[in-house]
């Protein structure tokens, strides 16, 4: 296998050859910064387009009576900025910490393998694995502008389950709903890969350690709703 010749074609071979954007991977660490950049900057881009569409004073309306329930601290200060800077700083946290949770998991989970890789080379390897979210960006952004801004904040991201449930932030399942991600299957896809390019394990023990944290994580969260 040929690895990407250089960090451009890197990210189109996540997508295309993801064995080929591992292997320029372990060869050229910091080209991980590529995409960490990129996951980074999509929020802005993609919240900024939806409240400059969204007729506000239709949102609010909605949003408020919720807000009130949920969290009544912050009613009080539910304007157009500061709704913004909350959803990308949302976003932000949520992949940073996601991306940084999984390096440590496939760090550890990897320990027992002949081919030892350090945790900011997982790093690395979990923006690529992460990196198929910035589709989910632009689907966002097509729906929301094929509606005409028509959506609410909290349905309006598809990179979510909530995307397609609406379920509004009174639900006891909006908080899962809302983290769940559509694209698992594939972040667990992209992760088989790597573990498979960077280790000699079979493809059974590969699969596992990419699946295991994204279904445990999620399968434990719905459980503890459901009874509680």
Not at 66 to 88: W, Y
Not at 147 to 161: E, F, M, P, R, T
């Amino acid at each position: 296998m040929t690895p990407s010749s250089n960090p451009l074609s890197m990210l189109v071979d996540i997508f295309r050859s993801p064995s080929a954007c591992f292997i320029a991977l372990h060869q050229n660490g910091m080209w991980g910064w590529q995409p960490f950049i990129v996951l980074l900057l999509t929020p802005f881009l993609f919240w900024g387009a939806y409240f400059d569409i969204v007729n506000f004073a239709w949102l609010q309306q909605i949003l408020l009576p919720q807000l009130q329930q949920v969290r009544p601290e912050q009613a009080i200060l539910l304007d157009a900025n500061t709704l913004m800077a909350s959803e990308i700083i949302a976003d932000i946290l949520g992949r940073m910490t996601t991306i940084a949770l999984l390096a440590f998991w496939l760090h550890f989970a990897t320990k027992p393998s002949q081919h030892q890789h350090g945790y900011w080379k997982w790093f690395a390897a979990s923006c690529a694995i992460l990196f198929p979210v910035v589709l989910g960006d632009l689907a966002s952004y097509v729906s929301a502008l094929l509606k005409h801004g028509q959506v609410l904040s909290y349905a309006a991201n598809l990179n979510s389950l909530n995307g397609l449930l609406k379920l509004p932030m009174t639900s006891d399942w909006f908080a899962f709903a809302n983290s769940l991600p559509l694209l698992m299957p594939w972040y667990i896809a992209l992760g088989f890969a790597a573990v498979g390019t960077w280790t000699e394990f079979e493809r059974g023990q590969a699969l596992a350690i990419a699946a295991l944290p994204w279904i445990v994580v999620y399968s434990v969260w719905a459980v503890f709703l459901a009874i509680f």
